[in-house]
């Protein structure tokens, strides 16, 4: 779960600051867009490098959900009974690291079939031109409501996520134990705040 | 005081069990929760009725026989043993749960007596030294940094009640096993065994049925010793560290 979800992490603060170029206006976000699939070139065959991280991607998802659903299971079997007298247990974050995962995982798919596929995607989908296809998104209420939830659990799921990983790879330890929430917190509020940031450009009017 | 208790009853480990109410008076607030329960027994007993079984054995905060989940909270309100909390943590009127712990691996033997026998196999598989000791050695024979001997009797503190377990949303033993495994892994007494110990006993844990860690930190917040989260971390470190030594050969 560790090394799976710290791939995605890495990706996801690759993400947030390529989404951030939507602020330099059209040509540059799509310019971006366009690196992505040159990426590696000339060595690289056209989008190789794009299929690569894909599948880098697919992989650490796929080991993520499963992992996840292994341990969620062991962890149900090992309290059976449950107690009569219930109290709220941990901090939300933690509390809801499995349905927030599960929204992630839904939400991975919609994401793609809008701004990858394009399948579900408001307006006509253009490949190639990601500018016009983000503003069209975040000009439906939906494309906002269901971005901006998303990235409010993903600040969640790495608040918790990125500090556990760290507990998991034996790498915490009373004195470092500040700073790894620090940088658990950091994490989680920066991407979140620079996801949320474009749908709400959108709605303002800043990106159009 | 004057308290409602409602307890967790059941016969024996094959037949269901259910909370059952009782009304308790004439409770001081100097008494201990054992003893609040003491007198509810003598009146149970009076009254022709079957006590309530619970374990206990020092109440002084030490052996870690006691248990119980107290309106949640394993071991009660306190940051202490359930023989050290005090009826002073109440109030008249109050209505009190208890129950036991729960988790498959720690199954009810009856009432709020339940079955630890796995921590012992846990310990077996791994929390003891090889080397024969006799009687206590020199004091300057074999150097210990200060800062592993502070790191060692805080890890020696754990008495294996078992409230991490009931405390855990997971019913994970991570930090009893981790409390025992940096206890003897940071002396140079334990060396020998350093990595067989952590592989073994973190194996026996899992064989128990005790659920996997997602670092809820409920247990550290329960440990009436004052076991710290970051125990989890380290004995995680000392088995990836075993698992590559293993790995090489
Ligand atoms: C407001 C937030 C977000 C925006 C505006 C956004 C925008 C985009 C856009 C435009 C693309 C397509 C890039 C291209 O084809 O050139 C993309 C791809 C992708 N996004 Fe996001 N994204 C956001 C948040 C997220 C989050 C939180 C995740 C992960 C949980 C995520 C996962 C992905 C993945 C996996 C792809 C790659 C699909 C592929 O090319 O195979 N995105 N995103
Ligand atoms: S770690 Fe704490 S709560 Fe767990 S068994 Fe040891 S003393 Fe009890
Ligand atoms: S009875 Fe010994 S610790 Fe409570």
Known sequence: ?208 | MRLTLRVWRQRNADTPGAMSTYDVDGISADMSFLEMLDTLNEDLILRGEDPVAFDHDCREGICGACSLVINGDAHGPERTTTCQLHMRSFHDGDTIDVEPWRASAFPVVKDLVVDRSAFDRVIQAGGYITAPTGAAPEAHASPVPKADADSAFEHAECIGCGACVAACPNGSAMLFTSAKVNHLNVLPQGSPERETRVLDMVAQMDAEGFGGCTLTGECATACPKGIPLPSISAMNKEWLRARRKAARG
């Open chain 1, 1 to 208: 779960m560790a090394v799976s979800g710290l791939l995605m992490l890495g990706y996801l603060v690759a993400h947030v600051a390529g989404n951030l170029k939507v602020f330099f206006g059209p040509e540059e976000f799509n310019a971006y867009g366009h690196w992505l699939r040159v990426m590696g070139a000339p060595v690289l065959h056209h989008a190789w490098a794009l299929w690569l991280v894909r599948i880098v991607l697919l992989a650490a998802v796929v080991a993520h959900a499963v992992c996840a659903y292994q341990l969620s299971r062991r962890d149900v079997r090992a309290r059976p009974t449950a107690y009569v007298h219930r109290r709220r247990r941990a901090s939300y974050a933690t509390r809801t690291m499995r349905w927030g995962g599960i929204i992630l995982a839904l939400f991975i798919v919609w994401h793609i079939l809008d701004l990858t596929t394009g399948t579900v995607h408001p307006g006509g989908f253009e490949e190639g031109k990601p500018y016009q296809n983000v503003v069209d998104t975040f000009s439906t209420w939906y494309g906002n409501v269901i971005y901006i939830v998303a990235m409010l659990a993903v600040g969640l799921h790495v608040r918790h996520g990125f500090w556990s990983a760290a507990q998991t790879l034996g790498v915490g330890n009373a004195r470092r134990e500040r700073l790894l929430r620090a940088a658990a917190n950091t994490l989680a509020l920066v991407l979140t705040a620079g996801f949320v940031s474009v749908p709400v450009a959108v709605m303002t009017g800043v990106v159009s």
